[in-house]
Nanobody
Framework: QAQLVESGGGLVEAGASLRLSCTVS????????LGWFRQAPGKARIFVGA????????WYESSVKGRFTISRGNVENTMYLQMNSLKPEDTAVYYC????????????????WGQGTQVTVSS
């Protein structure tokens, strides 16, 4: 059974950096896009960015472009979300997810989800 597990969340000050990890297991994700979403209290879950697991190519939501970077790690089956210049409006629960659709940005296009990790940015 496919499993995605996020880690690395925490409380940081505005302007700081944080790196989230997503470890995948239970099946091959060779043909999947692996992405990140976030959900602030009382708001919808929104797309942050994604990477094609087997090759090059990443796409991002406009508000994080240039600040956030998604990459695969040297550790097998691990994906990272490097977040720089964090702002209070980045505060949310961050989820990693997997989709068979390259370029997917809608949460309904993602079949597998992690449990989420909290990121809080203080002003």
């Amino acid at each position: 059974q496919a499993q995605l597990v996020e880690s690395g969340g925490g409380l940081v000050e505005a302007g700081a950096s944080l790196r989230l990890s997503c470890t995948v297991s239970g099946r091959t994700f060779a043909n999947y896009a692996l992405g990140w979403f976030r959900q602030a209290p009382g708001k919808a879950r929104i797309f942050v960015g994604a990477i094609y697991w087997s090759g090059s190519g990443a796409w991002y939501e406009s508000s994080v472009k240039g600040r956030f970077t998604i990459s695969r790690g040297n550790v097998e089956n691990t994906m990272y979300l490097q977040m720089n210049s964090l702002k209070p409006e980045d505060t949310a629960v961050y989820y990693c997810a997997a989709s068979l659709i390259f370029g997917a940005v809608s949460s309904t296009s993602y079949q597998y989800w992690g449990q989420g990790t909290q990121v809080t940015v203080s002003s």
